[in-house]
Nanobody
Framework: QVQLVESGGGLVQPGGSLRLSCAAS????????MGWYRQAPGNQRELVAW???????MYVDSVEGRFTISRDNVKDTVSLQMNSLKPEDTAVYYC?????????WGKGTLVTVSS
């Protein structure tokens, strides 16, 4: 069984920074693409950033230049460094991983950007 556990959410003022981390554990042979999604109240879950096993990345336009996704293929972790946070970044952030052709989700971590 595969588990994804996120950490690092919290309350931050506009313009501040947070770093989210996600660790995969369980019956893992190899983790393929990993990514972060977010869901704000009343909105659908949206893709924020994605990173392949070889390190190629993509970002949604609204976070380009502010967020950086990275991964450690040895530890099976993925991180999201979030800088210059805005109130509209407030959401529950979910980790996602493709493992042996199946998608797995973490339970989410809340990020609140407010003064």
């Amino acid at each position: 069984q595969v588990q994804l556990v996120e950490s690092g959410g919290g309350l931050v003022q506009p313009g501040g920074s947070l770093r989210l981390s996600c660790a995969a554990s369980g019956s893992i042979f190899r983790v393929d693409a990993m990514g972060w999604y977010r869901q704000a109240p009343g909105n659908q879950r949206e893709l924020v950033a994605w990173i392949t096993s070889s390190g190629s990345t993509m970002y949604v336009d609204s976070v380009e230049g502010r967020f950086t996704i990275s991964r450690d293929n040895v530890k099976d972790t993925v991180s999201l460094q979030m800088n210059s946070l805005k109130p509209e970044d407030t959401a529950v952030y979910y980790c996602n991983a493709n493992i042996r052709g199946m998608g797995y989700w973490g339970k989410g971590t809340l990020v609140t950007v407010s003064s």
